[in-house]
């Protein structure tokens, strides 16, 4: 079984994505935000199989760990109000998804984040979609969208999310949304900062001290931080902290959306493979085909197939460390009897 | 001949840093700035002699592209003025140790620069660093520190620079500074982050189509650029941007400021070795021994070492590629004889 841990729809319906301009509309106005509009079961499936479930296929995966479009949570936008209801109408739409491909998807909730407010309605989310099924959240660190005005994921302001968390044993993907910055380009410089300065967050603190069962994935093959992991192994010894492999690996995952071989080549060459989920981040930041290849730049299955790995190892990247950092996936999938 | 293109002035007197503190004391009060201090030749050499020159020869290598410490830039501090000063005292500082080891140091200037400000004050200091001999300058792509408040390098803002810098024949290292924000660690995150934020927003731009002698090196490696270069390649093609050869890589170049061996093997499997320059950041952001290696985790002469390149490839890496971006020290060097 090869499950991909990293999939947003992308491709949802049009009248989805407009209400949210009439959402956002209305806010800008003083005005109601219109009726969420009729999106029928055919529509979604459409927009799955055309894309999501067709490259699935194509590429020889089984399933996807799936949440609403990254770049498009925008939390900056709005205020609370507005991105509670636009988080309930994403996580609404995945779990028609799952309702409609139940062996195929399985939920990861967006969650409204309003930077500088408390998180008791992402809280409140979290609860209502883990109770429709969902096996996980997207955190974002940065809810000002590029402005950077949350405290360190290590603080505090925190703490509620993560003990609901280890309540409802789910964990979370690290993962921002769009910048509203045009010095940072959102999926070329402000996930991949966002990834490595999280990574970085991580190591000056002692969260995992604190919450030894609390699970974080770091997206992106974790931003710059494989290829600088001598810089990062080097600043946890300046900084008096004990080694990544017992501050932070019990806790932190990486996920294989790294686009060329020599990327994924050097992940596996310098994490261990108990901490790297298969993923690709499909279809989403980049969709085009590499020349050099001839295949999707974003096929990552490719790259991960062409490692010398055992069989034991590739079942861990493929599904076992995701099974075992998301357990209620894994118990979804045993009452499957998979 | 081993040229470490990367090496900042970490280790100035105390004096000289005593000096910044009263400076900036004397901001916040309104006062005028205290006379700088005297610093006798001896006090520089014994800096040097004990720390840099020790350890490059240790290493092996022969000469350092040197410039002012630069998480001590600190461009948010105080206000333009203030930062002129600062960068003069110095770069006057730089000055006097290419004075007292001219056949093993050559300067590189750390520029006044304010954001929101202009850049005049940059590029006056700049010549007059230059008239002083020196070869190159460090350019703070976010004078904020880390607040990410200037526009784009590829933003009009920064053509009087570039334009200098051409009429000069002189490239710039883009190096932020400290960070204010607790978010980014300044070497863990804000450095690393600033490296592929330039890298982006040169891809997002067309500046070489304006400056086509313009040359730029991101240091630390390319920050996370290397290790996601499939990424950056799709979305050159996504943008409907050349190919990253001929769009950026004739003006764009690296460092090996990578402190571990596999990070090495990937700088160079995916970058082409005319764009890779030799430097360590010695004595810099990781002065520890890797217990893994029993090594310094910046000793990257050692990683460079250990890589299957050709005689003439090395020497590229080693000086020809810092010879060639930086004319001012091959004519430096031509006039010893070099």
Known sequence: MIIDSHGHYTTAPTAHNEWRESQLDAFLTGQAAPAYPTITDDEIRETIEQNQLRLLTERGADMTIFSPRASAMAHHEGDLAVGSSWARACNDLIARVVDLFPDTFIGVCQLPQFAGDPLDAAVAELERCVGMGF???????????????????????????????????????????????????????HYINADTTAFMQLLQGDLFGDFPALRLVIPHGGGAVPYHWGRYRGLADMLK??????????????????????????????????????????????????????????????????????????????????????????????????
């Open 135 to 189: 096996v996980g959240l997207n955190l974002n660190p940065d809810p000002s969208g590029g402005r950077w005005s949350s405290p360190p994921l290590t603080d505090r302001y925190w703490y509620p999310m993560y003990e609901k968390m280890v309540e409802l044993d789910v964990p979370a993907m690290v993962h921002v949304s769009a910048s509203c910055t045009p010095v940072f380009h959102a999926t070329g410089a």
């Open 241 to 338: 902290k004990p080694p990544l492999a017992t501050h932070l690996m019990q806790n932190v995952f990486f996920d294989t959306c790294v686009y060329h071989q020599p990327g994924i080549d050097l992940l596996f060459e310098v994490i261990d493979v108990d901490n790297i989920l298969f993923g690709s981040e499909m279809v989403g930041a980049v969709r085009g085909i590499d020349p050099t290849t001839g295949y999707y730049f974003d096929d990552t299955k490719r790259y991960v197939d062409a490692l010398d790995l055992s069989d034991v190892d590739r079942t861990k990247v493929y599904s076992g460390n995701a099974r075992r950092v998301y357990p209620r996936l894994d118990a979804s999938l045993r009452a499957k009897g998979l």
